[in-house]
């Protein structure tokens, strides 16, 4: 029987999905996180804090949502209408991932919960790190009887903000060891090019011929150190087809699979945009699930989301929400163990 364990940590909540098969998804509500899923097979194939209080700080973002916007933006400002705001330069002289206090530090409120599912709700106030406007934002997330997770994120405001959310999860399939033989395979032709700090240009480039052509199966290892010092960091414009057959809205987006276990995630999504991150930065200062060190390359993210730095790139579409409008983005993680 689907169930639903909950379990109160101070003024925070943590809430287990499961369904009928085994398969379970716990959140937690600081940075309205992911902070396990375990497959049917028993497999535990995300990242996750040993200790819950570690969400608090959670400098490695794992499991949070992001915002108000994901990535980095070029020199901490933007301008609407004419007026610049600056924001929190937390990665200096840029600003990443929300800044200094992002959603992923917040308490979010539980505000809709079943055995399948949860809906945590936050009210980011007008000048939160620097954005304007106040922005009411939920994040739901949805266990379904097909091994999936659903992640859907809503937002509205009361004067234009951008806005750009996803969630950081870092996957491992094998439960344990690194992920440099997991295969990878991405439904995109294109990337978005970086400067040194890592900010995209407003260029598109081709995948074909570099090391981040994954539209055929390749393994993390395979390539990684010809990508950067650190591995893949890259954003990804996912092609328009093909779509998930319950829901043409959904793109196929990328299928990650652990040759050893014969687990597998395909990741489908409303998003334009896919960040492929392997983990280059963690470096073993805190400890995961099973109490050792999170370390280099033990999990990689596949974070979807808009174009990063949209908002001072004109080439890029717009990430600006305004009021009346309402934010919406929708990513299923499907999950299939086949031993």
């Given at each position: 029987m689907?169930?639903?364990?909950i379990c109160m940590l101070h003024t925070t909540m943590a809430i287990t999905l499961a369904n009928a098969n085994?398969?379970?998804?716990?959140?937690?509500?600081?940075?309205?996180?992911?902070?396990?899923?375990?497959?049917?097979?028993?497999?535990?194939?995300?990242l996750g804090y040993k200790d819950l209080e570690d969400y608090s700080v959670n400098s490695l973002y794992i499991g949070c949502t992001v915002g108000r916007c994901t990535n980095r933006t070029a020199n901490a400002a933007f301008t609407?209408?004419?007026?610049?705001?600056?924001?929190?330069?937390?990665?200096?002289?840029n600003h990443l991932h929300g800044g200094f206090v992002?959603?992923?530090?917040?308490?979010?409120?539980?505000?809709?919960?079943?055995?399948?599912?949860?809906?945590?709700?936050?009210l980011s106030p007008d000048s939160d790190q620097g954005y304007p406007g106040n922005l009411s934002v939920t994040a739901t997330y949805t266990v379904t009887p097909n091994n999936e997770l659903i992640i859907e994120y809503r937002a509205s405001t009361d004067k234009p903000?951008?806005?750009?959310?996803?969630?950081?999860?870092?996957?491992?399939?094998?439960?344990q060891g690194d992920i440099l033989g997991h295969t990878l395979t991405l439904?995109?032709?294109?990337?978005?090019?970086?400067?040194?700090?890592?900010?995209?240009?407003?260029?598109?480039?081709?995948v074909r011929g570099t090391p981040l052509d994954f539209l055929s199966s390749h393994t993390i290892g395979?390539?990684?150190?010809?990508?950067?010092?650190?591995?893949?960091?890259?954003?990804?414009?996912?092609?328009?087809?093909?779509t998930l057959e319950s829901d043409p809205?959904?793109?196929?987006?990328?299928?990650?699979?652990?040759?050893?276990?014969?687990?597998?995630?395909?990741?489908?999504?409303?998003?334009?945009?896919?960040?492929?991150?392997?983990?280059?930065?963690?470096?073993?200062?805190?400890?995961?699930?099973?109490?050792?060190?999170?370390?280099?390359?033990t999990g990689l993210c596949l974070e979807t989301q808009k174009h990063p730095n949209a908002i001072n790139q004109p080439r890029f579409p717009s990430t600006l929400l305004c009021p009346g409008q309402e934010y919406y983005s929708k990513t299923v993680w499907r999950f299939t163990c086949t031993r």
């Open positions: 689907s169930h639903a364990f085994g398969f379970s998804v716990s959140t937690f509500s600081t940075g309205a996180s992911v902070t396990d899923i375990k497959l049917p097979n028993g497999t535990h194939v995300v609407i209408g004419g007026v610049e705001y600056p924001i929190s330069a937390n990665v200096a002289p992002g959603f992923n530090k917040l308490t979010w409120r539980v505000t809709a919960q079943s055995e399948t599912s949860v809906t945590y709700s936050l903000t951008p806005v750009n959310l996803t969630n950081h999860t870092y996957f491992n399939l094998a439960g439904n995109a032709d294109n990337y978005t090019p970086t400067d040194d700090n890592l900010v995209p240009t407003g260029d598109l480039a081709s395979e390539r990684y150190q010809q990508a950067s010092d650190v591995g893949y960091d890259n954003n990804f414009c996912i092609n328009a087809t093909p809205n959904l793109k196929y987006t990328a299928k990650l699979e652990e040759p050893t276990t014969g687990n597998c995630l395909e990741v489908y999504t409303n998003q334009p945009c896919v960040q492929l991150y392997q983990g280059g930065y963690l470096d073993g200062s805190v400890n995961g699930l099973d109490g050792s060190p999170i370390l280099k390359y």
